[in-house]
């Protein structure tokens, strides 16, 4: 017999061994010895009292054998002669794309303009410490795309949009932890995506699928509304019946080609601002009421905050705890900062982006000239903004949060995981009033909410500028273009998903929807 159980275990308890089957029997009310084993299904922490709580779901089964863990099994096909479907961009809709395409029985023919995940390690390095970006290879483009050199944080609000748990265990079906399927807040790690993301390859490549890195798509070759052919920067076409076009959000040449085209896509309302880094040890301090180090049993401490300030949402996005902060920008020229955790969540600091909705149709006047690409033309202007405040540099402008919200320019900064480093910039008046003068309010608020978060022992730093896209691509009810045939918008780039799992789920069911009547 098995039977599912909710169990509450404070810190000192979660220390002793055997725990869970004895607060399991005492809570069922039978000996321990007639249980064979528990099994945990969810784990969370309730840190919101000074007495911290783990929050388990188990199943307990009484003289009965645990089955596999698994729920999925995945049914690749061999597909080297089968049909075949383009997919261009490797990020994680692109390669969810490519796996469900094997299940499905069809080729998966992948266009990626960066390098293999190993080689691009490289190219990161001359970002951080010669202040060099690559365009086709950098912390957005490459294998795996955007979320390989990440924090690897799992968790989506997307759920009715596909199959979370089937991600999750297609990720550890590449070589997760089996950890991502019990957690409240599942991630991976910078350290960790790599050979994740190596393994999807060789699992692609195993079953008929290709790969081409190093192969920039510059041109659709459309007739009669219909893709014929893409072109790539070497001038090689490739005749293409369906094509899934996964490029992400910060393909912008993407977006100019659809637009020089007349293909159409649509601006989006997107958010920006800037990112805040903290020492570790003053979240920690603040989310379990202790002071000095952490219980050695606790995470390095997240938080999650929202204000509203005149009409708009300010909220923290993308937090990193035990994290770095990194130069994620695309192009030379500018800067852009987002930020990564290796698994154990172990550096000095914690970091994450806050930012403020931006209003298409009320905060971008001065770039209406610009159409579909209003919003895509202002998010490059507050990126080469912020290159020139850093110092022409990958350095990034920066300022106390306290000399920030008070409008001063720093005398000095704190120190910083940002590795290209940081310059002293009067961001309190170089960020437009629409977003400076509500990041100002907003952490105030954020200062009342989390006592000791409002410090002068915490650094923001500009800009953060690439949380969604400020363009969609417009798709109809079979996720078809609706002027292109042929066309399958697909992931972040799209619109359609805003972390690694909604990018994943859409692209399975972009393969999906380019299967039909093919
Ligand atoms: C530093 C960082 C940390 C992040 N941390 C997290 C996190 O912890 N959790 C989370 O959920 N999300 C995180 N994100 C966001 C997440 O990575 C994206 O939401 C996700 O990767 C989007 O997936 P995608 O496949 O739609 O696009 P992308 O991942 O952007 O992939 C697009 C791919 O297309 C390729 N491409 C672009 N143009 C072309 C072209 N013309 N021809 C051929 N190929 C092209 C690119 O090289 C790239 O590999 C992070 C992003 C960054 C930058």
């Given at each position: 017999m098995v039977k599912e159980i909710q169990l509450r275990v404070n810190l000192v308890e979660e220390k002793q061994g055997n725990i869970l089957q004895r607060k399991a029997a005492r809570f069922l009310g039978i000996p321990v010895e007639d249980i064979s084993a528990v099994k945990i299904l969810r784990k969370s922490i309730d840190a919101r009292k000074k007495t911290i709580i783990f929050n388990y779901k188990v199943a307990v089964y009484l003289q009965e054998e645990t089955p596999e863990s698994s729920l999925y099994t995945f049914n690749y096909k061999d597909v080297s002669s089968a049909k075949e479907i383009h997919i261009i961009g490797f990020g994680p809709a692109g390669m969810w794309a490519a796996l469900r395409c094997i299940e499905l029985g069809y080729k998966p023919i992948v266009i990626e303009r960066g390098k293999k995940v190993q080689e691009r390690r490289r190219d990161l390095r001359a970002i951080n410490q010669d202040h060099i970006v690559h365009e086709d290879s950098n912390y957005c483009f490459g294998e795996g795309g955007a979320g390989t050199y990440s924090d690897g944080k799992l968790y989506t609000r997307s759920l009715k949009r596909g199959d979370v748990r089937r991600i999750f265990e297609s990720f550890v079906h590449h070589g997760a932890t089996e950890q991502i399927l019990v957690d409240a807040h599942p991630h991976i790690g910078t350290n960790k995506l790599p050979k994740i993301v190596e393994n999807i390859r060789e699992t692609i490549l195993k079953y008929g699928g290709e790969i081409h890195f190093e192969s920039r798509v510059v041109d659709f070759i459309i007739k009669q509304q219909k893709l014929q052919a893409i072109r790539l920067q070497n001038d090689i076409e490739m005749s293409v019946q369906r094509v899934i076009l996964a490029t992400g959000h910060s393909a912008r040449d993407i977006y100019y080609l659809l637009n020089k085209k007349e293909i159409a896509i649509q601006a989006k309302s997107f958010a920006m601002g800037v990112r805040i880094e903290h020492p570790q040890q003053i979240i920690d301090g603040i989310q379990y009421h202790c002071s000095g180090d952490r219980d050695e049993l606790l995470p390095a401490a997240a938080y999650s905050l929202v204000s509203q300030v005149k009409e708009r949402g300010v909220y923290s996005f993308c937090m990193c705890p035990g994290g770095f902060i990194v130069p994620a920008a695309t192009a030379n020229g500018e800067v852009v900062v987002n930020g990564m955790s290796p698994s154990k969540r172990n550096n000095e600091f914690a970091n994450s982006g806050i930012v403020v909705e931006i209003d298409i149709d009320r905060d971008l006047h001065k770039y209406e000239q610009f159409g579909a690409l209003k919003g895509l033309e202002y998010q490059k202007n507050l990126e080469q903004l912020a290159f020139t405040a850093g110092g022409r540099s990958q350095a990034a402008p920066a300022q106390r949060l306290t000399d920030f919200v008070e409008g001063r320019l720093s005398t000095n900064l704190n120190t910083t995981s940002y590795q290209p480093g940081l310059n002293s910039a009067p961001l309190h008046s170089l960020l437009p009033k629409h977003i400076g003068g509500r990041l100002r309010s907003g952490f105030k608020e954020f200062g009342r909410k989390m006592?000791?978060?409002?410090?002068?022992?915490a650094n923001i730093v500009g800009v953060e500028s690439r949380t969604s896209s400020p363009v969609s691509i417009p798709r109809k009810e079979n996720l078809e273009h609706p002027e292109i045939e042929g066309l399958f918008p697909c992931g972040e780039g799209g619109g359609y998903a805003g972390g690694i799992v909604s990018a994943a789920m859409d692209g399975e069911r972009c393969a999906e929807a380019a299967i039909i009547g093919y």
């Open positions: 006592s000791g978060y409002y410090t002068e022992q």
